[in-house]
């Protein structure tokens, strides 16, 4: 009885594996070797995945490298590709890699067709470009010039990047030729960023960007791939010089809007509009004539500008640097930086601007000149600079006078006054004409001494002679010397009496040095000029003789005539 229990029961165990059999047999038969196959992750190794395979009885095997960035657990449902029903050891042969490729090229196919983005990862650079990962081991070629939105400057600052990339050529040949652009994906989500911005944003409201690069009137500011723009003038309401002493590149700020140009594409951004304009208060602070303090910010050819505070800055034009001294460059009296005193002018607020005065704040030297330096004063002065007409006097520190070359001398005809003073040379002078209200004294040298052409006159009237010496000769006559010194000239026309003979015979008869007899013919003291006659003379000498003659009797032959009288006015 028990021999035919355990019999039977043999049978039953005989029946159920057979059954069994042809249940995984059965089941094996609704999977196809050379198609992806649904698995299940059954466990996770170091280095091995054991995968369950839905329609198989036994679980497959994967290399955990094929899983490449992504991370297998436990439970996951995966797509394989089933190589072989039962392989090896009778286990299924199955590969993501190639599963992960037979989809992937299906999707990009779909992607290339429709003009879709796909994902992948920079990971290497190779000539003219970068190779990109696109995963299930499908790589392509990234041309540098499609490799950002804007030019690369270091290669190395892309590699590891993941993101999207529009599919430009696709070959699904055996070398698999695949070749993208990232710079056409990031334009598009950069438009989308911009239009977006201006959809949203109203002028006022407060941004946060990154300093992205500078240029000499500003910044650029990176708002999410678009650009906006910090203008040196909104970077604060004081002056600014140089943009990198306010922002620093690669640096996040917050800025306000205070311009938007949707169809320019163009943001102004401002950082001092997070505080008041300090113009709002400035007659509440400043008035004209009012002495204040500021800083020298800026030096150009026409004056200083100078920073009353923060935002408020005026210009003090270079003629308001001296109440005396001619001032060339602002350089000579301040320097950026400085701290110096100044007085408002005058200021229009609309347009931000004051005008300040330096030498405003000390007393003005011109307005005690006229009593100081009355005409007529004495005064002893150096010699500060010489040019062709004269001479400047240095009478007191910041006021020089003018000397003529016409006044340094009552009797020499000086042609450049370097030959009678030097600089640095002490002189002596008289004030001869004080204008305070142009700021402009005259001095003189010969007016020290009496004016000899006065004393000439007195001494010697229209028709009196004289014997002087030959001081100079030239082509239109010959300068003659009185005993006191002046100098007169006789014209040509009047150097001989003999009108038939040229000039050039009669002056070869005289040398300088010569002593000659002359008649004066005019004189004129306020312009300092006399006229001697040779000719004039000789007939003064005939007439006086005639006269003498007639005044004693004519004892002789020949009869005076009204003839003769006649030729000696000739």
Not at 170 to 178: D, G, P, S, Y
Not at 197 to 216: A, H, M, R, Y
Not at 498 to 510: L, S
Request: hydrophobic share 35%; charged share 30%; proline share 2%.
């Amino acid at each position: 009885m028990e021999q035919k229990e355990v019999e039977l029961n043999e049978a039953q165990d005989s029946g159920n594996i057979h059954a069994q059999l042809a249940a995984s047999l059965d089941k094996m038969g609704s999977v196809e070797a050379g198609e992806n196959v649904t698995g299940t992750i059954a466990a996770v190794t170091n280095d091995t995945v054991y995968v369950s395979i839905e329609g198989l009885g036994r679980d497959g095997e994967l290399r955990l490298s094929e899983f490449g960035h992504e991370t297998p657990k436990v439970g996951d449902r995966i797509t394989v590709y089933l190589k072989n029903s039962a392989g090896r050891n009778g286990l299924p042969e199955i590969s993501k890699m190639i599963a992960d490729e037979k989809r992937l090229w299906d999707e990009f196919n779909i992607a290339y067709k429709d003009k879709t983005p796909v994902e992948g990862v920079i990971e290497a650079t190779q000539k003219g470009g970068y190779r990109v990962d696109l995963g299930g081991g499908i790589s392509a070629f990234l041309p540098i010039s499609q490799a950002d939105s804007q030019k690369v400057e270091k290669e190395e600052k892309l590699i590891g990047v993941r993101s999207k990339f529009y599919i430009e050529r696709l070959m699904a040949n055996k070398k698999k030729n695949v070749v993208v652009n990232r710079r056409k994906y990031l334009e598009e989500q950069i438009d989308i960023n911009r239009n977006k911005f201006f959809d949203e944003v109203k002028i006022g409201d407060s941004v946060k960007g990154t300093v992205k690069s500078f240029t000499s009137f500003g910044a650029f500011i990176d708002l999410g791939g678009f650009d906006g723009l910090l203008h040196i003038n909104d970077m604060s309401w004081g002056h600014v010089t140089r943009p990198k002493d306010f922002v620093k590149k690669g640096q996040e700020i917050e800025l306000k809007v205070i311009r938007l140009d949707p169809e320019g594409k163009r943001i102004n951004l401002s950082l001092k509009h997070f505080t008041e304009d300090p113009w709002v208060h400035f007659e509440e602070k400043y008035h004209v004539n009012d002495i204040v303090k500021g800083k020298v910010t800026k030096l150009c050819d026409f004056g200083a500008f100078i920073e009353l505070e923060e935002g408020i800055e005026g210009l003090t034009h270079i003629s308001e640097f001296s109440w005396t001294k001619k001032i060339n460059k602002p350089s000579d009296m301040v320097k950026e930086g400085d701290e110096v005193q100044c007085m408002i002018l005058g200021y229009d607020i609309q347009a931000g601007r004051v005008s300040l005065g330096l030498k405003q704040v000390t007393d003005n030297p011109w307005d005690s000149i006229g009593d100081k330096y009355p005409v007529g004063t004495k005064v002893n002065g150096k010699v500060v600079k010489i040019t062709n007409s004269g001479a400047f006097i240095q009478l007191e520190e910041g006021i020089d006078a003018f000397l003529s070359g016409e006044d340094l001398s009552w009797t020499k005809k000086v042609k450049h006054p370097g030959s009678e003073i030097k600089v640095e040379q002490e002189l002596e002078v008289v004030v001869i004409e004080c204008d305070v209200e142009n700021h402009r004294i005259r001095v003189g040298v010969k007016q020290l001494t009496d004016n000899p052409w006065k004393a000439f006159a007195a001494e010697y009237k229209v028709g009196s002679t004289l014997e002087g010496e030959v001081s100079s000769i030239q082509d239109f006559g010959i300068f003659v010397k009185a005993p006191n010194g002046i100098e007169g000239l006789v014209n040509k026309a009047n150097l001989s009496e003999d009108r038939d003979t040229p000039f050039e015979e009669a002056v070869k008869k005289y040398n300088v040095g010569d002593k000659v007899n002359v008649y004066v013919v005019s004189i004129d003291v306020e312009r300092e000029k006399v006229a001697f006659s040779v000719k004039e003379y000789k007939k003064a000498q005939v007439r006086a003789e005639i006269s003498q003659y007639m005044a004693n009797g004519n004892d002789g032959d020949g009869a005076y005539t009204i003839g003769d009288s006649l030729n000696l006015n000739k």
